[in-house]
């Protein structure tokens, strides 16, 4: 059995300040977060968070503001193989996040060197490096450690993190579900 965990900020998307307001990027995180769920239908869920929610899914509170560390506590409160996800996927599908699915750990590289996803097996433990060109520390961790692992690397594991991110999805994916949300967005902003 595979429990899914997503890392969920509502205060989130800083780095698209200069392109929306904090009440679009709220909007977003929510889009984001509430598709996540739609696709994930019938799956065991965690979320690991700092915010307060209620839904159909089992909150990890992240009271450090350190994502690694409530990450931690996830890996002591789930009995199963684990998929962690961040929630900003935009175009991933079910299929997608059940190809993760090993007799190793497998991680999928972002497009600018973080960790878009990790499958980590029951019997595998290890402090996750989520941050800064964490796909390049979690590589190291698992040789280091010798904790045998595969990479994927798909573009529909590509998150929503800068401008340059939204540009890409609304000319590569211009009849998503993102895009069209992101479009209408971005007109009812009157800075953009």
């Known amino acids: 059995m595979v429990s899914i965990v997503i890392m969920l900020n509502l ?18 995180i929510h889009f984001l977060f ?7 239908t019938g799956c065991t869920i965690y979320i690991a968070t700092p915010d307060s929610l ?26 199963d ?8 996927l935009p175009f991933v599908e079910r299929d997608h996040i059940d190809a993760l699915i090993a007799e190793c750990v497998t991680i999928v590289p972002s497009q600018d060197g973080g960790t878009n996803a990790l499958y980590v097996p029951e019997n595998v433990s290890f402090t996750t ?10 590589v190291d961790l698992f040789t280091s450690h010798n904790i045998a692992y595969r990479i ?6 590509r998150d929503i993190d800068e401008e340059s991110d939204i540009t890409w999805a609304l000319s590569h994916e211009p009849d998503s579900e993102f895009s069209h949300f992101m479009s ?6 009157p800075d953009t």
């Open 152 to 157: 994927i690397r798909c573009e529909k594991f």
């Open 81 to 88: 193989d684990m998929i962690i996800l961040p929630c900003d």
């Open 54 to 79: 209620e839904g159909e899914y089992t909150i990890i509170r992240d009271r450090w503001k350190d994502i690694n560390r409530v990450l931690s506590k996830a890996q002591d409160i789930v009995e």
């Open 184 to 189: 209408s967005l971005l007109h009812t902003d």
């Open 34 to 40: 509430n598709r996540m769920l739609r696709m994930l």
């Open 11 to 28: 205060a989130g998307k800083q780095r698209l300040s200069s392109l929306l307001t904090p009440e679009n990027r709220y909007a977003l």
């Open 129 to 138: 490096q989520f941050g800064k060109n964490s796909f390049q520390n979690h």
